[in-house]
Nanobody, 121 residues
Framework: QVQLVESGGGLVQAGGSLRLSCAAS????????MGWYRQAPGKQRELVAT???????NYPNSVRGRFTITRDNAKNTVYLQMNSLKPEDTAIYYC???????????????WGQGTQVTVSS
């Protein structure tokens, strides 16, 4: 069994910063792409950032230059540093990982439970 646990959300004023963390635990052989997504009330879940096993990152225009995704493979953890936050960044943030649990199993996608980020104006 694999579990993803997020932390670091909260309330911050516009222009402020937050750092999210997401740690995977359980039986893990390897982790491919890690990522962060967000969902605001009444909107669809959208991509925030991804990072490949080799460290290649991807961001949509809405967060590029303000958010930075990193990973610590030894700790099975992904981070999201969010700077210059705007009220429109308010959402529940979810981490996502594609995990291979053993040499015999296929890669599966897993989601964290979500952490609330609220940016006040």
């Amino acid at each position: 069994q694999v579990q993803l646990v997020e932390s670091g959300g909260g309330l911050v004023q516009a222009g402020g910063s937050l750092r999210l963390s997401c740690a995977a635990s359980g039986t893990i052989f390897s982790i491919n792409t890690m990522g962060w997504y967000r969902q605001a009330p009444g909107k669809q879940r959208e991509l925030v950032a991804t990072i490949s096993m080799g460290g290649t990152t991807n961001y949509p225009n809405s967060v590029r230059g303000r958010f930075t995704i990193t990973r610590d493979n030894a700790k099975n953890t992904v981070y999201l540093q969010m700077n210059s936050l705007k009220p429109e960044d308010t959402a529940i943030y979810y981490c996502n990982m594609f995990i291979k649990r053993s040499t015999l199993t296929a890669i599966q996608g897993y989601w964290g439970q979500g952490t609330q980020v609220t940016v006040s104006s």
